[in-house]
């Protein structure tokens, strides 16, 4: 957004509707994130100054849940084909140059089944043919079909980063080093909220 951010950039403890699951709520990009209207003035200030964004008001499928419901990087965002038409124009309002896209197809939570970042995206094995295609087209990067530590949901259990990556904490060595290679950032294992694996449900995070 090249502007001055009147929180410096960092890492804050946070709290939404009651809970520290705040990436439930949340699916950031460089340059905008998707936030429910419903958040308190401080939070939505909060988000947009350390994380540098132009915050973007929305449900997602009538939800605050945001997170199942989309993933996006620094070229587009791709939405679940149970979003609302008056949502994913919501988007296009502020998206600029960035690709807006829905996914068709019976999995609908796709912000759980793509991991990705500005050079790749891992996308899980359960996708069919068509939905990968749409994921290569919208965020515009190789995408690599796979699981972590043996499970599809993989945009759900990890944070990755233009700069790093937090990934659920039962992977292999040899995982990790894979997901480095995927992404070219390095990544860890690791937990959120003392102790919960699900590592994307308590993380808002971009470069």
Known sequence: MSRAAATPRGVYLEEFFGTAEVGLFAVPTEEICLIPPQLKPRQKRLIEDVLDVEIVPTTLAGSILLAPMAVGNSNGILLSNMVLEEEVEAVKRVAGDLNIGVVEGKYTAIGN????????????????????????????????????????YVGSLATITNIGGLVFAEISEEEEKRLSEIFKVDVMPGTVNNGIRFVRSGIIANS
């Open 113 to 152: 089944l793509v991991l990705a970042n500005d050079r790749a995206a891992l996308a899980s094995s359960i996708l069919p043919k068509r939905a990968l295609k749409k994921v290569e087209d919208v965020l515009g990067v190789e995408v690599v079909v796979g699981r972590v530590a043996d499970r599809s």
